[in-house]
């Protein structure tokens, strides 16, 4: 299982490393905050993810993975069904448990490393939320959002 997860996590960073770079990016909509001192602790709510926080959607996949609630990941994905396979494949877990032994082990002890950048592409807006993730919590990783109307959806991993 870990050399499955090792290979995953693999393929992901060099598909990664060679994604983006012909792709025009233009200033954030909004202006740059001030420096962050800390990272962000937005966490989901008992009534759910605070959609319009990028980095409260994002713990909600991690508090979704140590509590093995696979049933809270279903709404978490692009509504409009744009987002990358790999974040589609985590909101059907709710239905589908084929990738749950994959997923616990990349996300249950992961966490939001960092302050969410946001960049707009093509008139879209877009959340890099860096994280950390992985069996041991130490691999670090971009999960991408897309904003759909005021409220933050995964996107890419």
Not at 22 to 33: E, G, K, N, V, Y
Not at 35 to 40: C, L, N, Q
Not at 115 to 137: F, K, N, Q, S
Request: with cysteine; aromatic share 6%.
């Amino acid at each position: 299982m870990k050399k499955i997860l090792s290979a995953m996590l693999a393929t992901l960073a060099l598909a990664l490393a060679g994604c983006g770079g012909d792709q025009a990016t233009t200033a954030p909509t909004s202006p740059p905050a001030a420096a962050a001192t800390s990272v962000p602790t937005a966490a989901p709510t008992a009534s759910g993810p605070d959609f319009s926080d990028p980095a409260s959607v994002a713990n909600a996949v991690f508090a979704g993975a140590a509590a093995e609630d696979f049933a809270s990941l279903a709404g978490l994905c692009d509504p409009l069904k744009e987002g990358q396979e790999d974040t589609e494949r985590i909101c059907a877990l709710a239905t589908d448990p084929t990738d749950r032994v994959e997923f616990l082990d990349a996300f249950a002890k992961g966490k939001v490393s960092g302050v969410p950048a946001l960049r707009t592409e093509l008139g879209v807006e877009y959340a890099d939320v860096p994280i950390l993730m992985g069996t041991d919590g130490d691999y670090a990783e971009t999960l991408v959002l897309v904003n759909r109307a005021g409220k933050w959806y995964l996107s890419d991993l």
